[in-house]
Structures are given as structure tokens and as C-alpha cells.
């Protein structure tokens, strides 16, 4: 990594070109405070190719460590997270994510929890009913905890040379994961997270984003979109598919196809049922 001295000097050139990665946009302007952090955010990238290197425990407590420093609603810290490294076990849950060469790679799957056993129990341990628990605020909360303290892991982790991919499709039947895990009553697991060294002959490259114009809104939400921004994010899409040898699709059509139908859910437009019977009320 480019020292902080010596990048400190190029800050805004540096800057214009996590911008021009970012959102294939040479006049997008961010500004000239570069820092590491910042330079570790807007690096990110999705890693679905790791080396058989183990990760170090010293990586995983860094990154829980990081995660356990995330913002946490009234400090109920209603999330967990479970480190898989047994082949075997991963495999079981890679049938459930549907077979996904990443998992299969990587050398750690975490699985984020959105855990409502810990503060349920200490209820009970003080005599109380634990109504709150029952109303989907709180499985909100939780799943919110879990995501900032993810997200928090996995800068953490890039910041140390290592490469991540979220794992959504968890979901698609959180009571078989539950069951793997042997995950109490009350807990509700949220998405995976790859996690290994990426491998240098796969490189994985900056997905462009929306135009800023697209989701900053100023004062209150402009519902006027603006399909010339749609429109140049699917040609700015394209090219980064094609460059990383992608089917081509527009990305207004991804989402069309990922939300147009029941099927395309994959099983998880029942996960309010699935929820309920691990243990949330959901009122």
C-alpha cells in the first residue's frame, strides 16, 4: 500500500482517480482529503477467487473487533456471527446458497446473526417478560446491528490485504443454516461473508455505481428521475462486464428480473414464516 506520507501529497489526484474507477466519470469530484481509510472504501471490490491460504486468527478478533466498534441501537449489541472453516460444514451451507464457487473457495465463511437470544435471556435472567422482543422493531435492529458490524468487519479485513463477498443467499432457508449452526431460538441468520486471500490470477475489478445525481437527494427525496443517468449507467455497466468477461446486461434490466417475479426470490418471500418459527413474533 502507497504510504501516507507519499499519498498525501498526491491526495487529489489520487482522489479523482478512486472517482474515476468508482463511476467511470473523469469529472466526478470527491474532493482532496484522501486518507487510508477512504482509499480502502473506494477500493472495494467483490472477491470470488481466493488462494488456499488459510486467514490468520489474528484477522478474524481484528475484524470482530472492528465490527464490535460499530454503531449498535442503544447498545443492545443484538447481533452475533459464526466462523466457518470445516470444509464439510461449509459445504452443507453452500448447498443452501446454492452452490457458489466462492463459498467453496474461500477458506472462512462468517455467517452474521441477528441475535435476539442474548438480550431475551437476560431478561429472563431479571424476571422480565421481554415484550420489546416481540414487535419487528427489534428484529429490525437486530438485523441492522449485524449489518453495520459486517460491514465494519470487511473494510477491516481489505485493510489487511484480504478479499471479501457477501453471501445473500443464506436466506433461501435460514432453518436448515439454524439447524447446521445449532443457532438458539431468537437468532436469524442474515448473510454470509467469504473471506480469503484474493487469488492475483483472477483479478477483481471496482463495480462502477449509480450516478451520484441518482441517489443524493437535497432537503427532501426528488422522485424526477433521470432515465439519461439510468441510461449511461447501463452503457458504463456493459463495458465493465465486458472487460471482466460478464454476460451483458443492463442493469435496469437486472433489477427488473430480480424483483419481477415470485420465483426470482429463490425461496425467501417466505422467510416471514422461517423468522417466526426460529423464534420472532414479528407483531
Known amino acids: 500500500m502507497t504510504s501516507f506520507a507519499t499519498a498525501k501529497v498526491s491526495a487529489p489526484h489520487r482522489l479523482a482517480s478512486l472517482a474515476e474507477e468508482r463511476y467511470r466519470d473523469a469529472e466526478q469530484q470527491l474532493g482532496t482529503d484522501w486518507n487510508e481509510t477512504v482509499e480502502t472504501l473506494l477500493s472495494h471490490r467483490t472477491v470470488r477467487s481466493y488462494l488456499p491460504k488459510a486467514v490468520p486468527e489474528s484477522a478474524v478478533r481484528l475484524a470482530v473487533a472492528a465490527a464490535q466498534s460499530a454503531p449498535s441501537s442503544s447498545n443492545l449489541q443484538a447481533w452475533s456471527v459464526v466462523a466457518v472453516e470445516d470444509e464439510a460444514r461449509k459445504a452443507r451451507l453452500n448447498t443452501v446458497a446454492g452452490t457458489q464457487r466462492q463459498i467453496a473457495q474461500a477458506p472462512l465463511l462468517m455467517i452474521w446473526l441477528a441475535d435476539l ?167
Request: proline letters at 7%; charged letters at 25%; aromatic letters at 8%.
Open 117 to 283: 437470544s442474548r438480550p431475551r435471556s437476560i431478561a429472563a435472567d431479571q424476571g422480565s417478560p421481554a415484550e420489546g422482543l416481540d414487535y419487528v422493531e427489534s428484529f429490525l435492529l437486530a438485523v441492522i446491528d449485524a449489518a453495520l458490524a459486517a460491514q465494519n468487519a470487511v473494510v477491516a479485513l481489505e485493510s489487511q490485504g484480504l478479499g471479501t463477498c457477501y453471501i445473500g443467499a443464506i436466506r433461501n432457508d435460514p432453518e436448515v443454516v439454524a439447524r447446521e449452526l445449532e443457532l438458539p431460538e431468537g437468532v436469524f441468520p442474515v448473510f454470509g461473508l467469504t473471506v480469503g486471500y484474493p487469488d492475483p490470477a483472477v483479478p477483481a475489478a471496482i463495480k462502477p455505481r449509480l450516478p451520484q445525481t441518482t441517489v443524493l437527494h437535497r432537503e427532501r427525496y426528488d422522485d424526477s428521475w433521470q432515465p439519461d443517468d439510468l441510461k449511461h449507467y447501463n452503457t458504463v455497466l456493459r463495458d465493465f462486464q465486458t472487460e471482466q468477461g460478464m454476460p451483458l446486461l443492463d442493469w435496469t434490466e437486472q433489477v427488473r428480473n430480480r424483483i419481477g417475479t415470485v420465483a426470482a426470490l429463490k425461496g425467501r418471500h417466505l422467510l416471514g414464516a422461517a423468522a417466526q418459527r426460529l423464534g420472532f413474533k414479528l407483531k
